[in-house]
């Protein structure tokens, strides 16, 4: 089955910026929508963005997220990246990545309804203020 690996994530000031991958491997399928999720301490997993195969980019339709968030990737190795920028506290989280046989839907996920979506293990984000 398919395996992912984040990377990219670490303390930053509050203000900063980093870019999270995501690459995946062994994975069939010839399409496929990579998505982002994060979960802070205490609080549900909710998903920030997805894009897919053919480029299209979904965004979580939320003032916290908007304008901050870019989702971007390389296809010819399927990695996908998470740029954030202006980090705020409120952003510490575990990031996850996913991919599935799908495509984007809205507000931040994949549209998957017949397939198994993986997940990789994530990595933390820490912002200090």
């Known amino acids: 089955q398919a395996q992912l690996v984040e990377s990219g994530g670490g303390p930053v000031q509050a203000g900063g910026s980093l870019r999270l991958s995501c690459e995946a491997s062994?994975?069939?399928?010839?399409?496929?929508?990579m998505g982002w999720f994060r979960q802070a301490p205490g609080k549900q997993r909710e998903g920030v963005a997805a894009?897919?195969?053919?480029?299209?980019?979904?965004?979580r339709d939320e003032d916290s997220v908007k304008g901050r968030f870019t989702v971007s990737q390389d296809n010819t190795k399927i990695i996908s990246y998470l740029q954030v920028s202006s980090l705020k506290p409120e952003d510490t989280a575990m990031y996850y990545c996913?991919?599935?046989?799908?495509?984007?839907?809205?507000?931040?996920?994949?549209?998957?309804?017949?397939?198994?979506?993986?997940w990789g293990r994530g990595t933390q984000v820490t912002v200090s203020s």
């Open positions: 894009i897919d195969s053919s480029g299209r980019t979904t965004y």
């Open positions: 062994r994975y069939t399928y010839s399409t496929y929508c």
């Open positions: 996913t991919v599935e046989p799908g495509r984007v839907g809205s507000g931040g996920y994949c549209y998957n309804p017949e397939h198994e979506t993986y």
